[in-house]
């Protein structure tokens, strides 16, 4: 079997998307199996552009919502699994995204015909309910569609091969809409000629619309390479993070079978990607959080900005407690490190090895949040490193207290660490296994 998880180990944000895409160049299949439009993916690849003198290699970005990270590679075959939200209007935009990337007029596509959508009154009933405020989501219906999905009236991607029945599901739903929050709010919508859109849309499509579940069981039997990759992070899970400033999904490994019809016991290696410092979008309780000037410098030369929100990320120092917590709620087997090249130039970088409640230490990640609000940091200081480590491809190539730093953090997780990216491009990575 050769069946490899990647999940994100904070609150999102981590560099997935870049881990995933390294991975697939050898992978068979890379499939999603959780969230939605919520999700933001950012890679930076190599588009081939063909011209009259040959072709050129043109660097490019694609920030990835819906369609796996690994789908870039020609031949990786993507997979939006059944634990998804699907937005069929994102979905397309980015399928002719691939096309173009790829420069492929097949996006090399499956799709969970247990996929449930996300319809455009999603995004109208969140709005509506007033929890995007509250709770400072991507406004997306997220909750709304996931809301739908267990009130078990949500139209899924295979109900697209019964036109009557999707277009059955949709006017119930719509009706019910209506009467809970009046028709104005949703009197751009005809039900009709959504469904006439979306079915429309889909025509191409339908015989990549299956039991995807099926599919990559059948690969791992095979030993086909078969890659699952996560959305939103350990501290975002619906159980297990920080509710309830969560999303709707099972970000952790046991969404992998709840979300992908793939058993974790099927998994080989489990990678656990984490930012070399902590960040966070939106509401929530963060004890590292920094807000003097080197939580800002950590913004700005990290660039944290949200892919799927623009918002600004809070940001502050590596909180190795969340960290251990999120390596034993997963069970991994090795640790991704990310943008450890942003940390250059500190003198002294900090982490924090346990909390403060009233007074009392705490080495283990809170569950309630009214607790973890609470917590204050119990940091020590590791000495910084003031070269610019962008170009080190090798561990002997960083600087002395720049393995010092990594090497603390597998210490503290419990965790090796298999690989350190210090860059945004595919090639800026150190390997250590």
């Not at 989501?137 to 569609?145: F, N, Q, S, W, Y």
């Not at 080495?363 to 917590?375: G, R, S, T, V």
Request: proline share 5%; charged share 25%; with cysteine.
């Amino acid at each position: 079997m050769t069946a490899t998880a990647v999940l994100g180990l904070q609150w999102g944000d981590e560099g997935k998307g870049k881990i995933v895409h390294m991975l697939s160049m050898e992978a068979d299949w890379c499939a999603r199996f959780n969230g939605g439009t919520n999700a933001g993916h950012r890679v930076v690849y190599d588009r081939i552009e063909v011209t009259n003198n040959g072709n050129v290699t043109v660097p490019e970005e694609f920030a990835f919502h819906l369609v796996p990270s690994g789908s870039l590679n020609v031949n990786c075959t993507g997979v939006l699994g059944n634990g998804m939200v699907v937005d069929p209007y994102a979905l397309q935009e980015e399928i002719e995204m691939l096309k173009r990337a790829k420069n492929s007029d097949d996006p090399n596509l499956y799709f969970s015909e247990s996929a449930h959508l996300l319809m455009p009154y999603h995004p109208i009933v969140e709005r509506s309910a007033g929890s995007t405020s509250e709770l400072d989501t991507t406004a997306k219906g997220i909750g709304p569609a996931y809301r739908d999905k267990v009130k078990r009236r949500g139209a899924r991607l295979g109900d697209l091969k019964f036109p009557e029945l999707f277009k059955e599901k949709v006017a119930r739903t719509l009706e019910w809409e209506r009467r809970v929050w009046g028709d104005e709010p949703f009197k751009e919508i005809d039900g009709l000629m959504l469904c006439d859109a979306i079915l429309k849309m889909f025509e191409p499509y339908l015989d990549r619309i299956t039991d995807t579940g099926l599919l990559l069981n059948q690969a791992i039997d095979e030993n086909r390479d078969v890659l699952l990759e996560g959305a939103q992070a350990t501290l975002l899970d619906l159980d297990h993070g920080t509710y309830p400033y969560v999303t709707s999904s099972s970000a952790t490994v046991g969404g992998i079978g709840v979300g992908a019809g793939v058993s974790p016991r099927r998994l080989d290696r489990i990678i656990g990607v984490s930012k070399a410092y902590t960040t966070r979008v939106g509401a929530g309780p963060f004890p590292t959080e920094d807000e003097t000037e080197a939580g800002q410098r950590l913004r700005d030369v990290g660039h944290e900005y949200g892919t799927t929100t623009g918002r600004p990320r809070r940001c502050g120092w590596l909180d190795l407690v969340a960290l251990k917590y999120a390596h034993r709620v997963n069970d991994l087997t090795e640790l991704a490190l990310t943008k450890l090249d942003v940390l250059s130039g500190f003198d002294q970088i900090k982490v924090a090895v346990a909390y403060e409640i009233d007074g009392e230490r705490v080495e283990h990640f809170p569950a309630m949040p009214q607790n973890l609000e609470k917590c204050k940091p119990v940091y020590e200081s590791l000495p910084g490193w003031q070269e610019d480590i962008s170009g080190c491809r090798t561990v002997d190539e960083l600087p002395q207290a720049a393995q010092d730093y990594i090497q603390f953090v597998s210490d503290f997780a419990g965790c090796p660490i298999g690989v350190v990216s210090v860059g945004p491009g595919f090639a800026e990575n150190v390997a250590l296994r």
